[in-house]
């Protein structure tokens, strides 16, 4: 019986061994998902048929033992699939330290790719970035890049603007209450597609109905470690989160009309430990309805 308890026991710790360097070494830095989809998006003009969005979020750079060599692949790859429009969603920093402004100069080399390949590029901040004080040296640093970025506000994708225009809405992050959807919609002119980005998800139900046909979100990582029955799943998530925290939200998650997408994004929290919840970036194919 003895015998029998103690190799129980040195199986158990094998295999925790080897999730663990699965989880640290193996997930997170050398397998990157792409996610393709394809949406109808209503009122969007048959010129922008096929339009190609991509999204990457969450670097966390300052993030101990940060994922920078993934997050170079994701640029890289988000390049080569030359898409129309790139957003990103946030988390950009994890912490202050080191400096950040040393900070956000690796967040600059990391995009660098993605500035010099010309793609029109489209931001929001994270919580990280607001709680770590960066918000004023990331937007500099992004905006000086030529990356606008969204606070509650929008902005025509280039190729036209008006009703007939394709524009992105930025809803800011939900930390101290500066998210504001209906702010962030008010300048999108009646009738125009639109594509909403937000750093949190939990911002999304405040999104009125039909206003967000299509909302991208980061911020989960996809709970991080996702194994079923392990108390230690879905890391640092609140439970609304952990009900969102991958793909498409589900039915009767926020306002009729509205559609929410969460992506696994690119770094860590708390833990640099990926665990069924691969690093992620999003392919997103544009169709008009009735298209």
Known sequence: MRRWIVRVLVAVAVLLVGLGVY????????ILDEDRLEVTLPRLD????GTEVALL????????????????????????????VVLLGGDFLYSSSPSIAEQVDTVLELLDPLVDAGIPTFAVLGNHDLAVGAADELTAMLEGAGIPVLTNESAPVPGGSGPGGLYVV????????VADAEEALGEVPDG?????????????????????PLALAGHTHCGQ?????VPFSYVGLTEEEARVAEGWAPEGYGEPGNRL?????????????????PPELVLVELRPAGG
């Open 225 to 229: 470690v996702v194994i079923p029955g």
């Open 57 to 84: 979020s969450d670097l966390q750079v300052g993030m101990w033992w940060a994922n920078t060599g993934m997050v170079e692949r994701a640029v890289r790859r988000a390049v080569e699939a030359e898409p129309d």
């Open 46 to 49: 048959e010129r922008w048929a």
């Open 170 to 177: 930025g809803v800011g992050p939900a930390l101290r209450d």
């Open 261 to 277: 997408f969460v992506t696994c994004g690119l770094g860590f929290s708390h833990l640099p430990v990926r665990i069924n919840a």
């Open 192 to 212: 125009a597609a639109r594509v909403v980005l937000a750093h949190n998800p939990t911002v999304f139900p405040d999104l009125p109905a039909g206003s967000a």
């Open 23 to 30: 989880g640290v070494l193996v997930e997170p830095r050398l």
